[in-house]
């Protein structure tokens, strides 16, 4: 039984007010006892949060009747629990980290192509398909025959533009987990001399959920206590390596050493044999955690508390949940 919906969305939209919003918004959060992580920016709202299904239901309902996101799209998924430990809800430049500021999806970004038309698409000869993801991302998992990246970050991409050149001439689809990095990266490359740039329309997730993942090979990395997902139950493919004996695996988990707590794919062998660290050197760190077979060890909350450094106006506190800028 899955009680918990986990629900991936972002909407590109004008805030006037980032941090009145946020502020009023995560105490919506906290009376629905959701957990997760959103950004706000005045360039929209950006999030991945867990909950009961009926209060998830109740957080897309709110969202959908305020102006400013009445076009927000969710990807939804059932859990069994809660996604996450804590409620995060922070002020940032961006919704999505790219340090070009000036790029408005609203303004300018590549086409819109469903499920279906994608792969349709994709099969024509003068088609690149461009993963924007970083490499630790694309590593275990990514479309058959797509094009990735050398980038540890989103940040990065402007830095690739020289080595895209050479498609310029071609038909290129951008596509990453939820659908926001591409619709940035895709107006960067329109900017850019670009001229038939299309996208993905709801990322990885969507595509799994609406096609079965067709086409898709190995697992997709998420932003969340699951780590990594199945998206893929038309034609499945592992396609990555354990991180210590190399043998196909997309077992995903986080080194046991918390001072490195790397995410990698690590086989059952390699994890018993070195006690679910990633290399020899972790398994020998003093502070090493004891091992778990399920390679997930979650982080101490070092006291948090959701209310810490908040304050409410109880009075107005029902106008302040949507804010005065966008009914």
Request: charged fraction near 30%; charge should be neutral.
């Amino acid at each position: 039984m899955h009680p918990y919906s986990i629900i991936l969305y972002y909407c590109y939209t004008r805030i006037e007010d980032p941090n009145k919003f946020r502020e009023a918004h995560h105490f919506f959060c906290l009376e629905l006892n959701l957990r997760g992580r959103i950004i706000v920016a005045s360039e929209g709202l950006n999030g991945t949060v867990s909950g009961l299904a009926a209060d998830c239901q109740r957080y897309m309902d709110h969202l959908k009747s305020d102006n400013r996101f009445t076009h927000i799209e969710f990807k939804v998924d059932l859990s069994p629990v809660h996604a996450f430990l804590k409620l995060n809800v922070r002020v940032k430049p961006e919704i999505v980290n790219l340090g070009l500021p000036h790029i408005d999806p609203n303004q300018q970004t590549g086409a819109y192509l469903e499920s279906t038309e994608f792969l349709e698409m994709r099969e024509q000869e003068d088609v690149v398909v461009l993963d924007v993801r970083s490499n630790y991302e694309h590593r275990l998992g990514k479309f058959k025959d797509a094009k990735t990246l050398d980038m540890e970050n989103f940040r990065e991409f402007p830095e690739k533009l020289a080595e895209l050149q050479e498609l310029k001439d071609k038909k290129i689809i951008t596509y990453c987990t939820g659908g926001i990095k591409c619709e940035k990266a895709s107006a960067f490359l329109l900017e850019n001399g670009f001229r038939n740039v299309y996208q993905l329309h709801g990322g990885i997730i969507k595509h799994g959920l609406e096609a079965g993942g067709e086409d898709f090979e190995g697992k997709c990395y998420v932003f969340d206590n699951r780590v990594a997902v199945d998206v893929n139950r038309v034609n499945p493919k592992v396609i990555s390596k354990c991180h210590i004996c190399h043998t196909d695996c997309d077992r995903m988990v986080n080194c046991a050493n918390p001072t490195c707590n790397l995410h990698v794919p690590l086989c059952h062998k390699c994890a018993k044999e070195y006690h679910g660290a990633c290399s020899k050197e972790c398994k020998e760190s003093p502070q090493k955690r004891p091992f778990k077979h399920s390679g997930y060890y979650q982080r101490d909350l070092n006291g948090y508390n959701p209310y810490r450094g908040i304050r409410r106006d109880n009075n107005n506190y029902e106008g302040r949940i949507t804010g005065d800028e966008g009914s």
